[in-house]
């Protein structure tokens, strides 16, 4: 079977199983109760991880203000993946010419007005705008959760449009965010491999945009600032699937946001992030559809009850 | 004090105690640990309350396609809180156009395409597609949750733009939609009261758009629809918040998506929702910002350990 044969094939498996209903819009998929237990079990792992002392939990709206996601750089490296909210701010009058639009047929959408938000594409982006001008003289720790978005229409389970996220990002000093990033690379794939899911760790890139594409992944990967945890999940040479990274921006984000670390230099960040249906999938997956057959000591880890 | 004045002094005494942060953007908020933790009890009171036998819990992405939100009429009865994502589909050449737009400080969303996704305003919006043209011969009851959006900025920190909701709804018969109604009403009130809150039950409608609003709103009330679960959180005479409704919808949406009911005629449908920001934060108004001394049995309800 090719990649994408397989991908199909655990769609499939999912779907016959009940866990997973699909809806039209590709890369968008409703759960059911059996994976949402999962989700909510690897959800309280992640929170429980290392480090848990000092940090503060944070649950963030899927949104980033317009002048935020800029400053992020976001819309330059990755605009392939962005989602902009529209809003209706009109008269009845202009409702009345929308809903005839509508009717009729036609695009209806250009009506409507920016709400200067964009979808958030991962929870850490939200942390560095908190302290934004801010001079850090102890290092921030944010377990930080959120529904994020991707815009990468797929028929893979696992790349999903919308989806959950959570992870530990710190800032501080550079000292500081490579000693985060390093124990990361150990507490991340302990949790994984905790759950009887066979990871390694690899050296990875972002999916940049465009002509700068090539140059800016390899310098990524040059200075090694991203690893990923992945997980055979589709066996075979590229069956490989992210279930996580631990990532080592040094002062990208400090510098966006005009943030000050310890040192007295622009603040360095690194985040230890996780997907969480992409590790509750893989579950099923690697040990089967039937949550009720999977180790005892995996599902005790996820607390799925007797 | 007005009404007014007591929502943000609520908001500052949750700033003030690190719960909630601020955002730029009106009606959204960053809420913290204590915050987070009473968010999660109260997800597992709703998900856990009866009925529980035969429900199926469904984690529901917080969009809809364009296809199925323009069927369910939301458009034309509240465009003014809708949400419509938009997406980029150019070429790098596209992009640099659009970068340009940024730099000069133009307006640039222009340049986006239609995802044909809106955001999703009641997770129940996304069941009764599941069963579009299907003829049911058993109710279909779902606890069905996800993150939502309306688009009514506000200082109200219980009043947010984006936020969880977990409702029950039944797709079946008038009588067994009716019924589950009904039980609702019991249910609902109870779960906040058992959390302390004063909770009182009354009519309500929903905030309908334009011309037709006040003649929808009666007709809403009149046939008793929708109640609301008030909590009076801001004291007076209009210090009440919804924290809850349960809802009979008739044969709305079981018409818009062609469902047909266990009785043969088109399916009738009642959800019981929960806005559990709102119900974290009512906590946190009526029982005092440390939930360190909150009740015990509230403490133990919410599972805040010990």
Redesign the interface.
């Known amino acids: 079977m090719t990649r994408a044969e397989r991908e199909r094939d655990l769609r499939d498996r999912l779907i016959h199983a009940g866990h997973l209903?699909p809806?039209?819009?590709r890369g968008?998929?409703?759960?059911?109760?059996d994976?949402?237990?999962v989700?909510r079990g690897v959800d309280g792992l992640v929170r429980t991880m290392e480090p848990v002392a000092g940090v503060?939990?944070?649950?963030?709206?899927?949104?980033l203000?317009e002048?935020?996601f800029?400053r992020t750089g976001y819309?330059?490296s990755f605009?392939?993946l962005?989602?902009?909210?529209?809003?209706?701010?009109?008269s009845?009058r202009d409702?009345r010419a929308?809903?005839a639009d509508?009717e009729a047929g036609n695009?209806w959408?250009e009506r409507?007005s920016?709400?200067?938000?964009d979808?958030l594409s991962a929870p850490c982006h939200?942390a560095y705008?908190?302290h934004q001008g801010q001079s850090l003289h102890t290092p921030r720790v944010y377990d930080i959760h959120s529904?994020c978005w991707r815009?990468e229409p797929s028929d893979d389970p696992m790349r999903?449009?919308?989806f959950r996220m959570r992870e530990k990002v710190l800032i501080g000093s550079a000292e500081q965010a490579s000693a985060h990033r390093e124990s990361g690379l150990g507490h991340g794939p302990r949790l994984l491999s905790d759950l009887g899911l066979p990871v390694s760790r690899v050296v990875a890139n972002d999916p940049f945009?465009?002509?700068m594409a090539r140059l800016m992944a390899e310098g990524q990967r040059d200075d090694e600032l991203k690893f990923e945890f992945i997980c055979d999940v589709y066996g075979g040479d590229d069956g490989g699937v992210a279930l996580g990274s631990a990532n080592y921006h040094q002062d990208h984000f400090g510098g966006d946001f005009d943030i000050t670390g310890p040192d007295g230099g622009p603040a360095h960040s690194a985040c230890i992030g996780f997907g969480l249906e992409r590790i509750a999938l893989a579950l099923f997956a690697v040990h089967g559809m039937d949550t009720g057959r999977w180790p005892t000591a995996v599902r005790d880890g996820l607390r799925l009850g007797p």
């Open positions: 209903i809806l039209p819009t968008l998929a409703t759960f059911t109760s994976v949402e237990a989700v503060v939990e944070i649950g963030v709206p899927p949104f203000p002048v935020e800029v819309l330059r605009p392939h962005l989602g902009s909210v529209d809003v209706f701010t009109g009845p409702h929308l809903m509508v695009p959408t409507l920016p709400a200067h938000l979808l939200s705008p908190l529904r815009h999903l449009m919308s945009f465009g002509r």
